[in-house]
């Protein structure tokens, strides 16, 4: 069975300053890796998804995330955030088969202060 | 393009009553469903998933169902709730491409089981 830690519940960050949201996955087989971001009371949208090639993967509004197969990591990356990227920020890994199951991590609450 | 519509939004029941919760899906076809609870304070868990109509599969044991009586309906139910049930409730559609596919969410049901 797959496993998603997201090591931060809350992340405190200035307004303009760069930040960087930790995912440690568990699997004994390949995962896709996913990253969501829900604003208060809304669904999810989607933020970027590394499924294979270049372990940097772009996303919108401005994130990055970088692949680690050797530790298990596949941490969101900002360099100058601003007010609006308050929200929470889901990790998820699924199987490369069949339908999409998420597994997803905690979440983590990124609160940009100005 | 497509959307997705979920209600009621918002919805207070009390413990022992029955459920209802509806997700509708437009422009697209033969989309794979899925229904996403998220309890407060964690994380989002996959209740149930279908790949076609009639076809669903269950993820955790609990005393909710689901249903998807036509290609681009899917519906949650429960003939008594219990206090546990509480939660955010998620609808999500993706392609027929399988794992690789992006899945977009709806707007969500905030249940309250009083």
């Known amino acids: 069975a797959q496993s998603v830690t997201q090591l931060d519940s809350q992340v405190p960050v200035f307004e303009e300053a760069p930040v960087e949201l930790r995912c440690n996955y568990s699997?004994?087989?390949?995962?896709?890796l996913f990253w969501y971001v829900q604003y208060p009371n809304q669904g999810l949208q989607l933020l970027l998804k590394?499924?294979?090639?270049?372990?940097l993967v772009k996303g919108i509004n401005g994130f990055e995330a970088e692949f680690n197969k050797s530790q298990t990591s596949f941490h969101l990356r900002k360099p100058s955030v601003h007010i609006s990227d308050t929200a929470e920020y889901f990790c998820a890994v699924s199987l490369p088969q069949g339908a999409q199951k998420l597994v997803f991590g905690q979440g983590t609450r990124l609160t940009i202060n100005p | 393009s497509q959307t997705i519509h979920q209600w009621p939004a918002t919805l207070v029941q009390p413990v022992g009553s029955p459920l209802s919760l509806e997700c509708t899906v437009e422009g697209t076809s033969n989309p794979n469903l899925y229904w996403y609870r998220q309890a407060a304070g964690r994380g989002l868990q996959l209740l149930f998933y279908?790949?076609?109509?009639?076809?669903i599969s269950s993820e955790v044991p609990q005393n909710l169902s689901a249903s998807r009586p036509q290609d681009r309906q899917f519906i949650l139910s429960s003939k008594k709730l219990l206090l546990s049930d509480s939660g955010f409730y998620l609808c999500?559609?993706?392609?027929?491409?399988?794992?690789?596919?992006?899945?977009?969410f709806g707007p969500g049901t905030r249940l309250t089981v009083l």
């Open positions: 279908s790949v076609g109509i009639g076809q």
């Open positions: 590394y499924l294979s090639g270049s372990t």
């Open positions: 999500a559609w993706s392609g027929q491409g399988g794992s690789t596919d992006t899945q977009y």
């Open positions: 699997s004994s087989v390949s995962v896709y």
